[in-house]
């Protein structure tokens, strides 16, 4: 059973740091694309920031781009994303998701075939 979990979510304060992790299990993502996306509440989910197979290709929405830093360690089949500068509107659940496909990195949703259950980011002004 393939699963993605999600962890190091919190409550914050405006201008503080957080790093989230995502730790697959069940199969490996070494060859394939992983992504973060968030859901702030009453608005649809949204793209972060996807990292393609070997790390060596990143990809961030504009509204976290120089505060944000996606990464993954393929050893240990899990990603990381790096929140810096957070602000109140960076309030979400996010959520890690990965691709069945291998070598290409796309940032649709609906190419990720797996989705953890999300964890909760809070920034306070």
């Known amino acids: 059973q393939v699963q993605l979990v999600e962890s190091g979510g919190g409550l914050v304060q405006a201008g503080d740091s957080l790093r989230v992790s995502c730790a697959a299990s069940?199969?490996?993502?070494?060859?394939?694309?992983m992504g973060w996306f968030r859901q702030a509440p009453g608005k649809d989910r949204e793209f972060v920031s996807v990292?393609?197979?070997?790390?060596?290709?990143?990809y961030y929405a504009d509204s976290v781009k120089c505060r944000f830093t996606i990464s993954r360690d393929n050893a240990k089949n899990s990603m990381y994303l790096q929140m810096d500068s957070l602000k109140p509107e960076d309030t979400a659940v996010y959520y890690c998701?990965?691709?069945?496909?291998?070598?290409?990195?796309?940032?649709?949703?609906?190419?990720?075939?797996?989705w953890g259950q999300g964890t909760q980011v809070t920034v306070s002004s």
């Open positions: 998701a990965a691709v069945n496909g291998i070598y290409y990195t796309p940032t649709g949703q609906d190419k990720f075939d797996y």
């Open positions: 990292i393609n197979w070997n790390g060596r290709t990143t």
């Open positions: 069940g199969r490996s993502f070494s060859r394939n694309a």
